[in-house]
């Protein structure tokens, strides 16, 4: 992952009359990176998006494309970006190829008969590219959006909830091809979505947003360790003493007394390690009890399970 902020969101807010549809979100996604943007329908995500690419307005705040702003500079700002926000147009009774070619000409930018080809190959399409869209799938037609959206070269790919309708290898298909351009091209890609699920396994960070706010931000590695931990319930005598040790030995774990025992969040391998420092520091463990909440419990319970 390069350093280099791709897309900067500012203190972005959007009010639509008196209701504050985006509410304050600051956010960087860098090059060569997969940003995935969380929540639940009616979170705000579409609305973000169609502020990041100059759709709808920005009520306060700065979208910053490559150091350039949307606001400010549109026309420059927006050409380093490729998105599939709404279906993309296609001619059905064209081939994906001339579909391709009548876009290219529409790019104010000059795109060879090369970079038609590298982006068919980016996105697996090679074989089917001369048959008709309509004998297309839906996973099919929705890599020829990628594939159109890429043709410019951009440096920010932006894709609002790219899986919806797709079946289950459509959705493997997809994710496939965005990891792929995202680390061949060295592209920043802003993908969203309401299913942490399938997030988990194409993104490098994600980014939840409930409510019009972003509640929080998580690299993939944070993600994988918070889903190892279990709430464990520690029913020790005295309870004063069991807290203090604790807090010596797990520094930044939240923990606390809950009626007669400890609660706390720990890995199942932490257990036992635990169990022995308690008892050496003469504290009476009656019993220990572990539930392991799902990943979506733990994110809020933002996401709707297919
Ligand atoms: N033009 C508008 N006027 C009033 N409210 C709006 C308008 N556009 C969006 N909203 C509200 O803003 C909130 C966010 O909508 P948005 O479409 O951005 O959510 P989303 O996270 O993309 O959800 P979904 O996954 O359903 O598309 C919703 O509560 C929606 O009703």
């Known amino acids: 992952m390069g350093n280099k902020a791709v897309v900067e969101l500012i203190n972005v807010k959007k009010q639509i009359g008196k209701s504050t549809i ?26 973000t998006i169609r502020m990041m690419v100059g759709l709808i307005g920005i009520t306060e705040g700065e979208v910053l494309i490559n150091g350039i702003s949307i606001k400010k500079n549109y026309e420059k700002a ?82 609002d909830e790219p899986t919806n309708g797709l079946d289950p290898a459509g959705i493997r298909e997809i994710r496939t091809y965005i990891r792929k351009v995202a680390h061949e091209e060295n592209m920043a890609v802003f993908v969203s979505s309401h299913l942490l699920s399938e997030m988990q396994l194409m993104c490098d960070r994600i980014g939840i947003i409930q409510n019009g706010k972003l509640v929080r931000v998580e690299t993939i590695g944070d993600i994988i360790d918070i889903s190892k931990e279990a709430t464990i319930r520690f029913h020790v005598d005295p309870l004063d003493k069991a807290l203090h040790f604790l807090q010596s030995f797990y520094e930044k774990t939240d923990m606390e007394i809950v009626d007669d025992y400890i609660k706390i969040s720990l890995k199942q391998e932490q257990i036992p390690q635990c169990n022995k420092g308690l008892v050496e520091n003469d504290i009476r463990v009656y019993g220990i009890t572990s539930t392991q909440a799902t990943l979506e419990e733990k994110f809020l319970e933002i996401t709707e399970e297919k």
């Open 22 to 47: 985006i509410d304050d979100i600051s956010l960087k996604v860098f090059q060569g990176e997969v940003f995935g943007f969380l929540g639940p329908n009616g979170a705000g995500k579409t609305t």
């Open 78 to 159: 927006i050409s380093n970006v490729g998105g599939i926000i709404e279906n993309p147009e296609m001619y059905k009774f064209l081939s994906g190829y001339d579909n391709l070619v009548h876009y290219a000409r529409m790019v104010p930018k000059k795109i060879t008969k090369d970079r038609i080809n590298k982006v068919v190959h980016l996105v697996g399409l090679e074989k089917s590219i001369n048959n008709k869209v309509g004998r297309y799938s839906l996973g099919m037609r929705q890599r020829l959006g990628l594939a159109q959206a890429l043709l410019h070269s951009p440096s920010l790919l932006i894709l």
